[in-house]
Nanobody
Framework: QVQLVESGGGLVQAGGSLRLSCEAS????????MGWFRQAPGKEREFVAS????????TYLDPVKGRFTISVDSVQNIVYLQLNNLNPEDTAVYYC?????????????????WGQGTPVTVYS
C-alpha cells in the first residue's frame, strides 16, 4: 500500500500562486507515476496533471497548461504542483494520486492510491 498526504492548499487572490505538495510513504518503490486531480463544488473530479516518477514529459489538463507545473522528487517521493496565475475557476479540492500502472495516467481509473485532498480557494 501507498499512503499520500497533501499540503499547501489555501485561500489566494486571483492572479496569485500556490504550491501544493504530496508526500508518499509505504511501498513507494511500486509507484510508476504520480498526479493531481481536482473536484470543484458541484462537479465531478477531473484530471489536472500527471508525470512519471522517473521523469519524462508531464501531461496537463488544457485549461491549466502554461499556468500549472507538476514535478516529482523521486528520491523523497514527493510530487509538487505549482499553481500560478490562479483564477476563481481553479477553486477546488485538489487530490494527489499515485499508481503502479503504466497506462491511463489521465483518468481516475489509472490511479490506485489517493490522498485526502487539500482545498484551494481563489477569490476575485
Amino acid at each position: 500500500q501507498v499512503q499520500l498526504v497533501e499540503s499547501g492548499g489555501g485561500l489566494v487572490q486571483a492572479g496569485g500562486s500556490l504550491r501544493l505538495s504530496c508526500e508518499a510513504s509505504g511501498r513507494t518503490s511500486s509507484i510508476s507515476a504520480m498526479g493531481w486531480f481536482r473536484q470543484a463544488p458541484g462537479k465531478e473530479r477531473e484530471f489536472v496533471a500527471s508525470k512519471a516518477k522517473s521523469g519524462g514529459v508531464p501531461t496537463y489538463l488544457d485549461p491549466v497548461k502554461g499556468r500549472f507545473t507538476i514535478s516529482v522528487d523521486s528520491v523523497q517521493n514527493i510530487v509538487y504542483l505549482q499553481l500560478n496565475n490562479l483564477n476563481p475557476e481553479d477553486t477546488a479540492v485538489y487530490y494527489c494520486a499515485a499508481t503502479s500502472r503504466f497506462i491511463n495516467w489521465r483518468t481516475e481509473s489509472g490511479f490506485d492510491f489517493w490522498g485526502q485532498g487539500t482545498p484551494v480557494t481563489v477569490y476575485s
